[in-house]
């Protein structure tokens, strides 16, 4: 966790907030045109295959994991693309952090197939 | 964001038409519907009766619903028509003109009179044996369809009450009256109660076509809750439809009485009740069957009717049965009314 947190301080000392806020829009955007369809998909049909429904949770939970990493890989691409020659280690801080997220995402989908489906549904 | 514009705009370039394609397919709605399997659910968790508390009931008794996609996408089309679960029809009639809004809400309609249909069905069923069970109820008439000609469309909605109509020697309140006594003129004031108990009056005019109005009604009994025991509690849920009436029925009459009417075996079934205790036809047979078989249900009803008409939901189970090469024996069982059902589980005790 120290390593983490020395590696995104040297990451704010070679690029302004600014910077990174515009590559993770950049990651944002494009990660979301990759899945919005992948979405669309998996969710219509698993409305046909209702009786499947857990099934499809985790398709769109390992969806949505898969969704969270892209986001982090293509900010990671715009801020290398964006100073070629910075010596942050610019791929393990992503990870890291794409590690952490994926990790929520896939407790949210978890409390989904556990906790919320049988409580809501019907 | 530019330096990834700048990088991946080559392919962008390349992909942006496939992409919006796809995404045509993907959300345009078509004329039609689709029916697939759904699951099952327990009444006893949907209608809660406050008698009888400490019985446990060894079994389960489930209505079985299944999944309606209204208006689905392209893809969604394909997907159907390669399963060998769905059934994928036009949609036709007023229910072309319906939007999945107004369909949902004569769904809930549905669900709500089917309801109280068989609360009064179990309770009179129960009475027989206990007279301390007792229940009250009353007729209502409430709009059930609307064609896409009726006039102030937007101002009445699914389940008003009819009130009255000035007709054309007076006040009308009898819905059987209301064609007799609207022939002089093109347009009559119509009353209707809405949800929140309020009344409101709109001119409706006959269509010019087919000189009606463009309304349908239909009479339902409604339970009086005050002067109902024991005292109950309807469950809101996504589930709408009548054909959970003959379930209800049985899962509510047998948290009323004293025996245990599922002798521990997991009862799933459908058809619509009337208020005589009659069952009555449903729609999505295959995906009811395909449904029950999923979820490993010991009995299974199903209305029977009329064994040589090639719609009777039995005749389909069977066709059901065959085209998904399941076994009915045992578990698919035939009946035309409540009494039928409740025969056949007590059958099964002796």
């Known amino acids: ?122 | 964001m530019n330096e990834l514009t700048n990088k991946a705009w080559p392919i962008v370039r390349l992909l942006l038409i496939p992409y919006l394609c796809l995404l045509f397919l993907l959300v345009y709605p078509i004329q039609y519907y689709m029916d697939a399997p759904g699951g099952l659910a327990e009444v006893e968790n949907l209608i809660e009766i406050d008698y009888n508390q400490e019985k446990v009931a060894q079994g389960s008794i489930s209505t079985t619903y299944i999944i309606v996609v209204n208006r689905p996408s392209f893809f969604q089309f394909i997907v159907g028509y390669f399963s060998p679960y769905t059934t994928i029809a036009a949609l036709t009639g007023s229910y072309a003109d319906y939007t999945n809004e107004e369909r949902s809400q004569i769904s809930y309609w549905d669900k709500y009179t089917s309801v109280d249909a068989s609360l009064i069905v179990a309770f009179l069923a129960a009475q027989i044996d206990n007279p301390d069970i007792t229940i009250s109820y009353v007729e209502k008439v409430l709009v059930y369809s609307k064609a896409s000609y009726l006039s102030n469309y937007q101002s009445i909605a699914f389940g008003d009450e009819f009130i009255k109509v000035e007709g054309d020697n007076g006040t009308v309140t009898v819905v059987s009256e209301i064609a007799n006594n609207t022939l002089l003129s093109n347009a009559y004031d119509f009353t209707f109660k809405n949800s929140n108990n309020e009344m409101y009056t709109v001119t409706l005019t006959k269509d010019a076509t087919t000189n009606k109005f463009g309304i349908t009604f239909r009479a339902s009994y409604f339970v009086d809750k005050e002067l109902t025991f024991p005292s109950y509690r309807v469950v809101n849920s996504n589930i709408g439809g009548p054909s959970g009436g003959l379930l209800q029925t049985l899962a509510i009459y047998n948290m009323l009485v004293k025996e245990d009417i599922t002798q521990g075996l997991k009862i799933a079934g459908t058809g619509t009740i009337g208020y005589d205790g009659s069952v009555g036809y449903i729609g999505g047979v295959k995906q009811k069957i395909a449904t029950a078989y999923m979820n490993k249900v010991d009995v299974f009803f199903i209305p029977s009717l009329d064994s040589n008409y090639y719609y009777d939901n039995y005749v389909e189970a069977i066709r059901a049965c065959e085209e998904l090469g399941i076994n009915p024996d045992g578990w698919v069982i035939p009946i035309a009314t409540f009494a039928d059902a409740l025969d056949y589980l007590q059958g099964l005790g002796e």
């Open chain 1, 1 to 122: 966790m120290k390593v983490f947190l020395n590696k995104c301080r040297q990451l704010f000392k070679d690029f302004s907030w600014k910077e990174v806020l515009d590559a993770l829009l950049g990651g944002i955007v494009y990660s979301t045109l990759i899945f919005v369809p992948i979405y669309i998909i998996l969710v219509e049909t698993a409305m046909i295959f209702m009786h499947r429904l857990n099934t499809f949770v985790i398709l769109i939970t390992f969806a949505a994991m898969m969704n969270v990493y892209t986001i982090n890989k293509l900010t990671a691409k715009a801020l290398i693309l964006k100073k070629p020659d910075t010596t942050t280690d610019i791929k393990s801080i992503w990870m890291t952090h794409s590690l952490i997220w994926m990790t929520i995402v896939f407790i949210i989908g978890l409390l989904f197939i556990f906790v919320l489906i049988p409580i809501l549904w019907v």
